[in-house]
């Protein structure tokens, strides 16, 4: 934080330019597809080339038409195959993978170290989930390098068509 003294003004400090606050999506840039409650995808971030992408937080919306339930993805069945997390490399090749066990129910979100999961009911049979994941609190920083076309991955293995609407944000800073 940048204190201002007396000499020094706003246009003096520089505007928030590195910052990533992006919807994954099926392209990696931002221009694709974000919207994932449809069928099974991959949905990605991928840094510029020329930056190393520091990736810190990855924040989870779904909402449903109805009750969410313990043993059910929202308020669908329990998912067969799952959702995976991963850092891939250019090729598509696993470089790490954070998902131990897919993610299969929702409360399956709180396997994920320093992950947050906070159910909201609304009007009659309208239920929501926000997931906040900390990853710097998984015991490590996350740094994709552009050059080398490393990116984060939400590999979506099933339909997700039965909610109402799921969204994916991942939010960091480019380090370069």
Known sequence: MTSLGKKVTLDAIPPVADSIEQLLDTVGDGSGTTEQAAAAAEYLYKPPMGTVAVLERLNVVLETASRITPNEYGDITALTNGILITIKNASGGI?????????????????????DVSPSAFAAGVDSVSIR???????????????KGEYFSMDVRDTLAGLTSHLSHIQGYLAR
């Open 95 to 115: 470089i790490h993978t954070f998902t131990a066990e897919p993610i299969k129910v929702t409360y399956h979100w709180s396997l994920l170290a320093g992950s």
């Open 133 to 147: 994941w900390t990853i710097k609190k998984g015991g490590a920083n996350v740094a994709l390098d552009g050059d």
